[in-house]
Every structure is written in C-alpha cells, then in structure tokens.
C-alpha cells in the first residue's frame, strides 16, 4: 500500500516553460488535494478533487490546471511558469480518519 | 473559515511532556479540531483530530475545552523525533467543505 505518490521529487524550470505534477493514490479515496508551500509558510488549497470527474478550485488556483479523470490520478498542470510558483508542492488524499500527503514535489522556476 | 491562532514557537525537553495550546474562539458546532504535523523536508502526517471530548491515540492526546474555543496538544513524552511544526487546523471532515486551511503552526524543538 504506497498511499500518495508524487513524481517528479524535484524540478528546475524555465520561464514560461509547463509541466505536469503527477499524484497518484491506492487507497480507493475520493477526496484530492494540491497544496502549495511557499519557505517558512504554511500550506495554500490551489485545487481540489471530491471524485473523477469533479474539481474545483481553492485559495490560490491561478496559473494551474487540474483534471480527475479517474479515482486514483490527480495531476496538476502548470501551462506557463513563472518564477512566483516556485513552491513545495503537496498533493494530499482523504479518508474518514484524516488526509494522506505525498512526500512532495520541490520545483523551482528560473 | 473559521481561524486557528498559536504561538510561534516552543521548546521542550526530551522525554518531558509537551502541551501545544491553540485558540479558535470562532469554532462552529460542525468543525472538528485537526492537528497535523510536519516533519523537516517532508509532508504534513496526520496526528489527531476530535470534535468535543477529549481523544487518545498512539501518537498523542488531545484536550478540548468545554466551550470549544481552545484546544491541547499533548504529547506525553516528547522524542527527538516530535521535533517538527504542528498544525492546529479547523474543518469539517465530510462533504464538499472538507478542505484544510493552514496557518503557520507552532515550531517545536526539543532539546536532548
């Protein structure tokens, strides 16, 4: 049971460059998150998930994308980077008890 | 959301008992306390949640008041290993709303 996956670890990209954050869990939950942290802050909501085919957004969603096409997979989706979303980010799972995080994704925008 | 305030930060002693206050004086009848943990380089990990009395679990205790708007930490025996920032955190646990919010957490260290 890996509970929630993050791939890559770590990203270095340029301006104006996009990627795709990967998350993916195994434990059947319908409930996704993305966070960000920024150094020395706490986490910000940038979208969430409450099953496949459903998202929404939270406190900081400009910049990103996110699709839940199915249970398990909650990518997010930077189109344009720029240099204010260089973060920690965290993808996160829910289950009755409490929410699962991965290990995060470290990326910096040069 | 209903909002969560801490001190900044805290020390203890290794094997001593540690008491995290928080205070959430806006507390609604539906929101249950979270902590949440979050070790050095790593993601927050789950510690204990509860809605009115107090609750047990292998990691820690906590301690809710009477009226709801403050609620403790407590770990019994502090480690090297508990060294990390803590999350007092307000939400629903079901639902469309269930969605954490966090703030900054308290900072523990703990001397050896």
């Known amino acids: 049971n890996a509970g929630v996956t993050q791939t890559p670890k770590f990203r270095i990209l340029k301006i104006g460059q996009s990627m795709t954050l990967q998350c993916t869990q195994d434990?059947?939950?319908?409930?996704m998150y993305w966070y960000r942290q920024d150094p020395g802050m706490g986490l910000k909501l940038i979208y969430y998930?409450?099953?496949?085919?459903?998202?929404d957004k939270g406190e900081v969603p400009n910049g990103y994308n996110v699709s839940r096409s199915t249970t398990e997979d909650f990518p997010l989706r930077l189109e344009l980077a720029a240099p204010s979303q260089t973060s920690v980010y965290f993808c996160?799972?829910?289950?009755?008890?409490?929410?699962?995080f991965g290990s995060g994704t470290r990326l910096t925008v040069v | 959301d209903a909002k969560t305030t801490q001190p900044n930060s805290m020390e203890s002693n290794e094997e001593e008992p540690v008491h995290l206050p928080c205070n959430h004086s806006?507390?609604?009848?539906?929101?249950?306390i979270h902590w949440y943990r979050q070790l050095p380089s790593q993601g927050p990990e789950y510690v204990i949640h509860?809605?009115?009395s107090n609750v047990n679990n292998r990691m820690a205790s906590l301690a809710i008041a009477e009226d709801r708007k403050s609620s403790t930490l407590i770990l019994h025996r502090a480690t090297l290993r508990d060294a990390a920032v803590y999350y007092c955190?307000?939400?629903?646990?079901?639902?469309?709303?269930?969605?954490?919010?966090f703030g900054k957490g308290i900072t523990l260290s703990v001397r050896p």
């Open positions: 509860g809605l009115t």
């Open positions: 955190i307000l939400s629903v646990t079901t639902g469309a709303n269930s969605k954490l919010t």
């Open positions: 434990m059947n939950h319908n409930y």
């Open positions: 806006t507390i609604s009848g539906t929101d249950y």
């Open positions: 996160a799972s829910l289950n009755r008890v409490g929410y699962t």
């Open positions: 998930s409450v099953g496949a085919g459903i998202t």
